[in-house]
């Protein structure tokens, strides 16, 4: 390959499949990639930190269905490196433990090709360490061994030294073997190792689907049948296993294995989406609304260059104090000009983005909607005053016809607006289907309403969600819901994502004993 084109592979190790376990270099690596050759065990949640363009290429192999055999994938990221591209090879666990990294490694050296690795978390460790057992431990063993499950069915014999290794190491630890755990088993049983030796088997190992089956050596080929235990999961064979009585940490917290799914806006759902997986919740991320600036900026610019005649500015959501700065630095200004002018914010978090600038909202209703805000300014005299609402194109008209009422002069400017966006439906589909969506949480009357839509139809949704828990984060998106058929199972106690979160921690905790059907 010419040198001068600048093409260049990166082998990169995805991790076992968390997210919070992808490193920092293979995130740099995704972003500056023109191309991604990714695997079946690589989480495609990785692939949101590719640049707009980039190839996206699926090769993964999922036991004995291979997308594109090993000497295909070889020559792709050849054939993309000698176009002069960036290429990222992404791979489960780390590309060089039994991740056919090395051959790969060898084929871009044959070929000429400037080449990193950067290594992954593999499975080996994370996967036993989220189940509660530590690999080695000064009480039960400083050796631990990896080895593959699955050797090379075209080897005449096994290249495994299986009378040195069943009793050469105090862990065992086998990746891809769930296949062979029965002859795993007996094989290490016929060379030394106790039938009594603790073991466990764990299927997809720091996914919020994670399942853990423990046994002795005799008897774990059965539990893991009965089970129903397939892979991708690892082995663990070893008296440390015993440990997970006292550190299973991962499968102890408790939104453990609920699949739910977020439709809040992606670029205001990540610390909704964060609280959730901590709790260890598999989130579906699936917003139903996008917020982009109004048709025209207009409406919004005139209102601020008469800022001086406005004695109130009413906020109603965070959107609308960051589209509403937007335009106050377009037109040259900064908050020197709101002097003299009184803000309102609806709730807490709206609150926060003035106080994050040395501003003190002078009205933070103690409820967070509409209807309180009209209360607040009930105990004053607001006859003639001048109220600026900043806020969506399109949302309830409560508040500024209450005000209007009382005798306030209120102008309403779009802000900003909500859109549906483009969704690929296949997924979510598929599982509300299978029925292996365990909740639905809307934060807005706007993603109940594209949720629905999305579907096409309310009467085969409505099938699909018998068994869902619906949360809504207040009663009005809650009556959003209903009316479009949908069973509210919990509402948020005070309108915030951490109330709703508690809501939902509480309600898995204590089925029908938490928040209650409306």
Same mark, same amino acid.
């Given at each position: 390959m010419d040198q001068d084109k600048g093409g260049k592979v990166y082998l990169v190790g995805a991790g076992p499949g968390d997210p919070g376990l992808f490193t920092l270099k293979g995130r740099e690596c995704i972003a500056e990639a023109d191309v991604i050759v990714y695997d079946y065990l690589a989480n495609r949640a990785?692939?949101?930190?590719?640049?707009?363009?980039?190839?996206?290429?699926?090769?993964?192999?999922?036991?004995?269905?291979?997308?594109?055999?090993?000497?295909?994938?070889?020559?792709?990221?050849?054939?993309?490196?000698? *176009?002069?591209?960036v290429v990222v090879r992404l791979k489960g666990g780390d590309p060089f433990i039994f991740g056919r990294g090395g051959e790969e490694a060898e084929e871009l050296v044959r070929a000429g090709v400037a080449f990193e690795v950067v290594p992954g978390v593999t499975s080996a460790v994370a996967v036993p360490a989220y189940a509660g057992i530590p690999l080695t431990h000064r009480e039960y063993t400083s050796t631990v061994a990896f080895i593959t499950g699955h050797?090379?069915?075209?080897?005449?014999?096994?290249?495994?030294?299986?009378?040195?290794?069943a009793t050469g190491a105090g862990t065992l630890v086998f990746l891809m073997g769930v296949g062979n755990l029965s002859r795993i088993a007996e094989t290490l049983m016929a060379h030394g190792r106790s039938p009594q030796t603790p073991a466990a088997v764990i299927q997809r190992g720091t996914f919020a689907g994670q399942r853990t089956v423990v046994g002795v050596l005799a008897d774990i080929a059965m539990g893991a049948e009965e089970k129903g235990i397939t892979a991708p999961a690892v082995i663990v064979v070893g008296d440390v296993v015993q440990l997970r009585r006292d550190l299973n940490w991962f499968e102890e917290r408790p939104l453990f294995s609920k699949r739910i799914v977020v439709t809040r806006a992606r670029e205001q759902a990540s610390e909704f989406l964060k609280q959730l997986s901590a709790l260890g919740a598999e989130c579906i991320e699936f917003p139903t609304i996008e917020v982009v600036p109004p048709e025209s900026w207009g409406p919004?610019?005139?209102a601020i260059q008469?800022?001086?005649?406005?004695?109130?500015?009413?906020?109603?959501? /965070?959107?609308g104090v960051k589209f509403f700065l937007q335009r106050l630095k377009a037109l040259g200004r900064d908050v020197r000009q709101l002097k003299g002018v009184k803000i309102g914010a609806i709730g807490p978090k709206t609150a926060s983005v003035w106080q994050d600038m040395g501003i003190s909202p002078d009205l933070v209703p103690g409820e967070y909607r509409a209807e309180a805000v009209v209360e607040s300014f009930k105990r004053e005299e607001h006859?003639?005053?001048s109220i600026l609402i900043p806020r969506a194109l399109h949302a309830r008209e409560v508040l500024p016809e209450e005000l209007r009422k009382m005798g306030?002069? /209120?102008? /309403?400017?779009?802000?900003?607006?909500?859109?549906?966006?483009?969704?690929?439906?296949? *997924?979510i589909r598929d599982m509300l289907k299978k029925g292996t969506i365990h909740m639905?949480?809307?934060?807005?009357?706007?993603?109940?309403t594209n949720f629905v839509t999305?579907?096409?139809?309310?009467?085969?949704?409505q099938d699909w969600m018998k068994g869902v828990a619906v949360a809504c984060i207040g009663p009005v998106t809650a009556k959003t819901a209903e009316k479009h058929g949908l069973s509210v199972t919990l509402v948020a106690p005070e309108y915030t994502m951490e109330s709703l979160t508690h809501a939902i921690v509480d309600y898995f905790g204590h089925p029908g004993k938490g928040p209650q059907p409306r």
């Amino acid at each position: 390959m010419d040198q001068d084109k600048g093409g260049k592979v990166y082998l990169v190790g995805a991790g076992p499949g968390d997210p919070g376990l992808f490193t920092l270099k293979g995130r740099e690596c995704i972003a500056e990639a023109d191309v991604i050759v990714y695997d079946y065990l690589a989480n495609r949640a990785f692939l949101d930190h590719a640049k707009e363009g980039a190839e996206l290429i699926y090769v993964g192999k999922k036991g004995a269905s291979h997308t594109m055999a090993q000497g295909e994938i070889n020559a792709l990221i050849v054939e993309w490196a000698g *176009r002069g591209k960036v290429v990222v090879r992404l791979k489960g666990g780390d590309p060089f433990i039994f991740g056919r990294g090395g051959e790969e490694a060898e084929e871009l050296v044959r070929a000429g090709v400037a080449f990193e690795v950067v290594p992954g978390v593999t499975s080996a460790v994370a996967v036993p360490a989220y189940a509660g057992i530590p690999l080695t431990h000064r009480e039960y063993t400083s050796t631990v061994a990896f080895i593959t499950g699955h050797e090379d069915p075209t080897k005449e014999a096994s290249r495994i030294a299986w009378d040195k290794l069943a009793t050469g190491a105090g862990t065992l630890v086998f990746l891809m073997g769930v296949g062979n755990l029965s002859r795993i088993a007996e094989t290490l049983m016929a060379h030394g190792r106790s039938p009594q030796t603790p073991a466990a088997v764990i299927q997809r190992g720091t996914f919020a689907g994670q399942r853990t089956v423990v046994g002795v050596l005799a008897d774990i080929a059965m539990g893991a049948e009965e089970k129903g235990i397939t892979a991708p999961a690892v082995i663990v064979v070893g008296d440390v296993v015993q440990l997970r009585r006292d550190l299973n940490w991962f499968e102890e917290r408790p939104l453990f294995s609920k699949r739910i799914v977020v439709t809040r806006a992606r670029e205001q759902a990540s610390e909704f989406l964060k609280q959730l997986s901590a709790l260890g919740a598999e989130c579906i991320e699936f917003p139903t609304i996008e917020v982009v600036p109004p048709e025209s900026w207009g409406p919004l610019d005139k209102a601020i260059q008469d800022l001086e005649s406005y004695q109130w500015l009413l906020f109603t959501s /965070v959107n609308g104090v960051k589209f509403f700065l937007q335009r106050l630095k377009a037109l040259g200004r900064d908050v020197r000009q709101l002097k003299g002018v009184k803000i309102g914010a609806i709730g807490p978090k709206t609150a926060s983005v003035w106080q994050d600038m040395g501003i003190s909202p002078d009205l933070v209703p103690g409820e967070y909607r509409a209807e309180a805000v009209v209360e607040s300014f009930k105990r004053e005299e607001h006859k003639g005053i001048s109220i600026l609402i900043p806020r969506a194109l399109h949302a309830r008209e409560v508040l500024p016809e209450e005000l209007r009422k009382m005798g306030a002069r /209120v102008d /309403v400017v779009p802000a900003y607006r909500t859109i549906r966006p483009d969704q690929d439906m296949r *997924r979510i589909r598929d599982m509300l289907k299978k029925g292996t969506i365990h909740m639905v949480t809307f934060t807005s009357s706007s993603t109940v309403t594209n949720f629905v839509t999305m579907f096409g139809g309310e009467t085969e949704l409505q099938d699909w969600m018998k068994g869902v828990a619906v949360a809504c984060i207040g009663p009005v998106t809650a009556k959003t819901a209903e009316k479009h058929g949908l069973s509210v199972t919990l509402v948020a106690p005070e309108y915030t994502m951490e109330s709703l979160t508690h809501a939902i921690v509480d309600y898995f905790g204590h089925p029908g004993k938490g928040p209650q059907p409306r």
